[in-house]
């Protein structure tokens, strides 16, 4: 067994190499002066099971990650598994609008040519896994992260829109605390509406969880209600921090006391590691 680690995804792929004691292929990648991309593989990897590691965020991680698993199954691997950290483009998972690509399913269409099976973490909605006609399968960040939370002497976990409950419950049995939701109403991509809601959060520790943070938007708008109802700490976290655009300084200026991310994208918030959620695929 190989592990290939993408530009995208390094420190994911050294973790399970040596969670799983499989070694890490040596690779050569480099841009060419027009920008494209090239890579090759040095080891032997014919009649190997090959573990591809990259996140498919931003767009030209995605070019890498095809070059991978054509590389890999030119060089004839005898299994190519690819692991898809932070799966891009998940939220565009059906057509809103006539006209519109289902983006989640033309990505997974690419992905699938040269896959045996797929493993990513936390999609969005879990039906994009579908999208996929090879095997894929999906794993919870929300056991690491609460594990992390756990140190934080947190009173409250809570989700920014009821579709994201599940997660706060299981979190909140890690943590031995409660959970709750908060009332959000999409406006646009980036405006969104937290109602009020009746949660007793005066004097608390309360961490809020969800799977992205994109232009932080949702949870800046959830902080600035908890501090008015109160709250004395407020925590968030997240298994994807993309972080767009000034999404830190709105988190900061609305009274954020920490912000905490896994490696799925990796970044300066980057606090939980998400291999051991991955490892038990391949043990
Ligand atoms: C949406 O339903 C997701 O779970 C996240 O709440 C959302 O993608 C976060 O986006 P933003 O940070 O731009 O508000």
Known sequence: ????????????????????????????????????????????????????????????????????????????????????????????????????????????????????????????????????????????????????????????VLAPDKGALERVKHASKIIGCDFDYMEKTRIDGTTIEIKPKKLNAQNKNIAIIDDIISTGGTMAKSIQELKKHGAKNVFVACTHGLFAGDAVKKLNSAGCNEIISTDTVQGKFSKVKIAPCIAPFFK
């Open 1 to 156: 067994m190989y592990i290939i680690g993408g530009t995208a995804s390094k420190t994911v792929a050294e973790d399970l190499s040596k969670m799983l004691g499989a070694p890490l292929a040596n690779t050569i990648s480099k841009r060419f002066p027009d920008d494209e991309f090239y890579v090759r593989v040095i080891d032997d990897l014919s009649g190997e099971h090959v573990i591809i590691i990259q996140t498919t965020y931003p767009d030209h991680n995605i070019v890498e990650l095809f070059l991978l698993q054509n590389a890999v199954d030119e060089a004839g691997a005898k299994e190519i598994s690819v692991v898809i950290p932070y799966f891009g483009y998940a939220r565009q998972d059906t057509k809103f609008e006539d006209g519109e690509p289902i983006s989640a399913k033309a990505m997974a269409n690419l992905i699938s040519l040269n896959a045996d099976r797929v493993i990513t973490v936390d999609p969005h909605k879990e039906h994009i896994l579908d999208f996929f006609s090879t095997s894929a399968v999906s794993c919870s960040a929300v056991p690491e992260l609460a594990k992390y939370l756990k140190e934080k002497n947190i009173d409250l």
